[in-house]
T-cell receptor
Framework: ELKVEQNPLFLSMQEGKNYTIYCNYSTTSDRLYWYRQDPGKSLESLFVLLSNGAVKQEGRLMASLDTKARLSTLHITAAVHDLSATYFCAVGFLNYGGSQGNLIFGKGTKLSVKP | DGGITQSPKYLFRKEGQNVTLSCEQNLNHDAMYWYRQDPGQGLRLIYYSQIVNDFQKGDIAEGYSVSREKKESFPLTVTSAQKNPTAFYLC???????????FGDGTRLSIL
């Protein structure tokens, strides 16, 4: 069965602290994406990870991929209130969804950064 | 500006009624997708289309139908057979395999 599990599902942080969101998936994948969603809004693409050991950074967010462990992490450094949102990982599995390859989404991590 | 336009933003359905959600993109993307999002849940795939005049069922296609007569348009009909249609519906498109999907702003569907 194709599964994507994120944890934690809820995360309350203080400003200035560091934390990591985890995304585990069930079988071999060739693509992993991180998205951000603000309440009632659409999804915004944050990172695209395509190979083992890939690391991408944008501001206070850094994403990495370990294909052998079937694990991606989204690390938050020195959190600020503006990072409050729901973060989704989405995984493209081999042989799921034809030539373009469809995605399976995790349930999302709702991040709340408090002053 | 290129993007994906979904309309309407809010939609109410009466018992036994079919309703159609619009999705238009001017990104010249071949692949288009419809997702359903329920509170506290991830996105679940309803239908997808990789090319004009072709579409495939996703994981939760029952009670929904689509068409893809033009590259830029991929409307979703929520039929009366869908007994629990209340959700946030998101349309997405993508250019090539490894690129991320681009999303519209969504349509929130409720039952009257």
């Amino acid at each position: 069965e194709l599964k994507v599990e994120q944890n934690p599902l809820f995360l309350s942080m203080q400003e200035g602290k560091n934390y990591t969101i985890y995304c585990n998936y069930s079988t071999t994948s060739d693509r992993l994406y991180w998205y951000r969603q603000d309440p009632g809004k659409s999804l915004e693409s944050l990172f695209v990870l395509l190979s083992n050991g890939a690391v991408k950074q944008e501001g206070r967010l850094m994403a990495s991929l370990d294909t052998k462990a079937r694990l991606s992490t989204l690390h938050i450094t020195a959190a600020v209130h503006d990072l409050s949102a729901t973060y989704f990982c989405a995984v493209g599995f081999l042989n799921y969804g034809g030539s373009q390859g469809n995605l399976i989404f995790g349930k999302g991590t709702k991040l709340s950064v408090k002053p | 500006d290129g993007g994906i336009t979904q309309s309407p933003k809010y939609l109410f359905r009466k018992e036994g009624q079919n309703v159609t959600l619009s999705c238009e993109q001017n990104l010249n993307h071949d692949a288009m997708y419809w997702y359903r999002q329920d509170p506290g849940q991830g996105l679940r795939l309803i239908y997808y289309s990789q090319i004009v005049n072709d579409f495939q069922k996703g994981d939760i296609a029952e009670g929904y139908s689509v068409s893809r007569e033009k590259k830029e348009s991929f409307p979703l009909t929520v039929t009366s057979a869908q007994k629990n249609p209340t959700a946030f519906y998101l349309c997405a498109s993508k250019e090539v395999r490894n690129q991320p999907q681009h999303f519209g702003d969504g349509t929130r569907l409720s039952i009257l």
